[in-house]
């Protein structure tokens, strides 16, 4: 069989799931929700981080003796330290299928951002569509290094139903490791308003937990939401909305807001210097101690106006400089381009 006859029969079959709106088995309340993070058998901790200076960009000449390590307020020794400027990335890539979409030319708005996304792709770079209403995310094109098949792909979506993307989010880590780079990003289109989910809002923050891939939501409401968004006094209509800043933020991500070409474009400009401009740091955790979720922190001499970093991982405890390492030499920074 040839592969496009394969990506035909998989188009149609995701179409015809949205079409046909089956409804939803509703969860084993017996059953505890899955919880997607690295294995805790894990050999090594990767960190992925970008360095943001004063004006607001990120930093490409952060060196190791710079950077200094902490685990739940202890500092940890690391093993490796490496540059990845503008290495390939995997981009999985999770639209918002339901019906709010079809109003106020979102859906428009969302696929002129997935198009900006492919147009800025540099060699290596691979894409993953996944498309999701009431019920799980289907997948539509598996990760590829032909654009075209997202952009096709996206004109075929019709908007219809609730939305569910607490439920979708949840699973869409585990399913970025198909790509083929280590430099990888999930980039979530959607207004930000879930109905339909039977993970709760308060449950969906601890699935994420110790996840290494960032999450860079792209709300496709008014820019000026973003402004009102505040944890301490949020309405009805804004909660999603800061629910989807809290995932950015626990994952190294970063939400944007806007539903205009221009700030959609500005959007994706800003994300890609972040991806493009990446540092990996890590260590391996010892297998002493119960394993549990260990909050990660960076303190950057130099420059550095702000860290964006993943907030922990789940594991055994990690190596801790003591005085005797401290004093010696690391290996040499390495860069990979």
Do not use: C, W
Request: no cysteine.
């Amino acid at each position: 069989m040839s592969r496009p006859f394969l990506l035909g029969v998989a188009l149609f079959a995701a179409t015809a799931a949205f079409a046909q709106q089956a409804p939803v088995a509703p969860p084993d309340p017996s059953m505890e929700p899955p919880h997607y993070s690295e294995s805790v058998s894990v050999g090594f901790v990767l960190i992925p981080f970008t360095a943001i200076g004063p004006k607001g960009t990120p930093l490409t000449d952060v060196r190791e003796r710079d950077v200094q390590l902490y685990v739940d307020g202890v500092r940890v020794r690391n093993d490796m330290f490496e540059r990845s400027m503008n290495a390939p990335v995997s981009f999985t890539i999770l639209l918002d299928g339901s019906g709010s979409m079809g109003l106020a030319g979102k859906m428009d708005a969302a696929r002129s951002a997935v198009a900006t996304l492919v147009t800025h792709r540099k060699p290596g770079d691979d894409f993953a569509l996944y498309v999701f209403a009431e019920s799980a995310a289907v997948e539509v094109v598996p990760f590829t290094q032909d654009p075209s098949k997202i952009v096709r792909a996206l004109d075929a979506v019709k908007p219809f139903g609730k939305t569910a993307f607490f439920d979708a989010l949840a699973t869409m880590p585990q399913r970025s490791d198909l790509g083929a780079n280590p430099t990888r990003a999930i980039i979530l289109l959607s207004d930000g308003i879930d109905n339909a989910s039977h993970l709760t809002r308060a449950q969906l923050p601890s699935q994420l937990e110790g996840v290494a891939v960032p999450i860079y939501p792209l709300g496709l409401r008014e820019a000026a939401e973003q402004q009102r968004v505040d944890p301490k006094n949020l309405n009805e209509e804004l909660s999603d909305l800061a629910l989807l800043d809290e995932i950015a933020n626990l994952t190294g991500g970063r939400l944007f807001v806007g539903n205009r070409p221009e700030q959609l474009s500005a959007a994706v400009d800003a994300l890609e210097n972040n991806l493009r401009a990446q540092y990996l740091i890590g260590f391996p955790p010892t297998g002493a101690g119960a394993v549990r979720y260990r909050r990660i922190s960076l303190k950057l001499a130099g420059r550095v106006r702000s860290v964006r970093v993943r907030a922990g991982y789940l594991g055994t405890e990690p190596p801790l400089l003591t005085a005797s390492t401290s004093g010696k030499g690391k290996k040499n920074e390495r860069k990979r381009s």
